[in-house]
C-alpha cells in the first residue's frame, strides 16, 4: 500500500476508535472527563457509570486494532496503527478509573507492539520523519497517561529517550553474549503484527504450584518447577504468563544464588533459547531492577 493509502487507513482508524465511545451499545455514550466519575479511583474497572464500561471499550478496542495491523505487512504502517490507537485510548480513558485491570492490559499490549517494531529501526530513524512524529505522539501520550503507572508505557518511553532499544545496555550485552541472536531484530517475520490477546485469565495452576512449594521452603524444586515451565514457553514463542514465570523465576534464582553476577549469567542463558523477540523486555525489566548498573556495562 502507498503512504497515502496507510494515512486514509489510519485516519478510518481513529474515527472507528471514536465510533466506539460515541456509539457505544445502548441510548448513552461513555461519559466524558468532566463528568461526576462516581469513585474512578476505587479500583472498579466494571464500568464508567454510565455507557459503555471500561472493559467493554478495551476488549472492543484490541479487536478494531488487531483487524487495522493486520493488513499490513511492514513495521512503519503497523507503527501509526499504534500511534492512531494509543491517541484515542488515552483520549478515551480520561472517563475510566485510575485503577482497571483492563486498561493496564491494553496499555502493556501497546507498549510491547511499540517496543517489538521499533526493534526494526536504528537509531538515526528516530530522528527522522515520520518516526520522529510517532515516537512524539508517544510520550505526549504518556505523560497524559502517568496515573495509570503503567510499567510497560514507562520503560518504552525511558528507551526511546535513550535512541532506542538498540541502544539499551541490556540488548548489547546479550547481543554480545551471542552473536547470532542478532538475528532477532532483523530475521523476525515481516508479516507480523502486534498481537492483542483479549484480557485472558493468569495461568494460575502452573503458577500456584510454584509459589506453594517454595511457600513450603522447598527452593530449589520451585526453582526446577519454575524452569519447567518456562523454558518450554521461551522455545515456543509462546508470550502467556511470560511475565509471571520470569518475574518468579528471578526471585527464586536470587534467593537461591543471591550472586548478582550468576544471576545476569543465567538471564543470558535462557535468553539465548528464546524465539520470540518479546521476551527482551521482561528480561530487560528484570535485570533493571535486581542489578546494579555496573553489571550492565560487563562485557559479555
Avoid at 500511534?83 to 482497571?100: H, K
Avoid at 508479516?191 to 513450603?216: A, M, R, V
Amino acid at each position: 500500500m502507498a503512504e497515502e493509502e496507510s494515512d486514509q487507513e489510519a485516519e478510518r482508524l481513529g474515527e472507528e476508535l471514536v465510533a466506539i465511545v460515541e456509539s457505544p451499545p445502548g441510548p448513552v455514550g461513555l461519559r466524558t472527563a468532566g463528568d461526576d466519575r462516581g469513585g474512578a479511583g476505587g479500583g472498579s474497572c466494571g464500568g464508567c457509570g454510565v455507557g459503555i464500561s471500561s472493559r467493554d471499550y478495551c476488549r472492543r478496542f484490541c479487536q478494531v486494532v488487531e483487524d487495522y495491523a493486520g493488513r499490513w505487512q511492514v513495521p512503519l504502517p503497523q507503527l501509526q496503527v499504534l500511534q492512531t490507537a494509543l491517541c484515542c485510548f488515552t483520549s478515551a480513558s480520561a472517563s475510566f478509573p485510575d485503577e482497571c485491570e483492563h486498561v493496564q492490559y491494553v496499555l502493556s499490549s501497546l507498549a510491547v507492539s511499540f517496543f517489538e517494531l521499533l526493534l526494526f529501526f536504528g537509531r538515526d530513524e528516530f530522528y527522522e520523519e515520520p518516526l520522529k512524529d510517532i515516537l512524539g505522539s508517544f510520550q505526549e501520550c504518556q505523560n497524559h497517561l502517568r496515573r495509570y503507572g503503567n510499567v510497560n508505557l514507562e520503560l518504552v518511553t525511558r528507551i526511546i529517550r535513550d535512541g532506542g532499544p538498540w541502544e539499551d545496555p541490556v540488548l548489547q550485552a546479550v547481543l554480545k553474549a551471542q552473536p547470532a541472536s542478532q538475528e532477532i531484530g532483523t530475521s523476525g517475520d515481516s508479516k507480523s503484527k502486534p498481537t492483542f490477546h483479549l484480557l485472558k485469565t493468569d495461568c494460575k495452576s502452573g503458577i500456584d504450584i510454584i509459589c506453594n512449594t517454595e511457600k513450603e521452603g522447598k527452593t530449589i524444586l520451585a526453582l526446577q518447577l519454575c524452569e519447567s515451565f518456562l523454558i518450554p514457553q521461551l522455545q515456543s514463542g509462546d508470550m502467556y504468563c511470560i511475565w509471571e514465570l520470569i518475574f518468579i523465576w528471578s526471585k527464586l534464582q536470587l534467593k537461591s544464588n543471591p550472586s548478582k553476577q550468576v544471576f545476569v549469567d543465567q538471564c543470558y542463558q535462557l535468553l539465548r533459547t528464546a524465539t520470540n523477540v518479546r521476551v527482551i523486555f521482561p528480561f530487560m525489566k528484570i535485570i533493571k531492577d535486581e542489578v546494579n548498573r555496573i553489571y550492565l556495562s560487563l562485557e559479555f
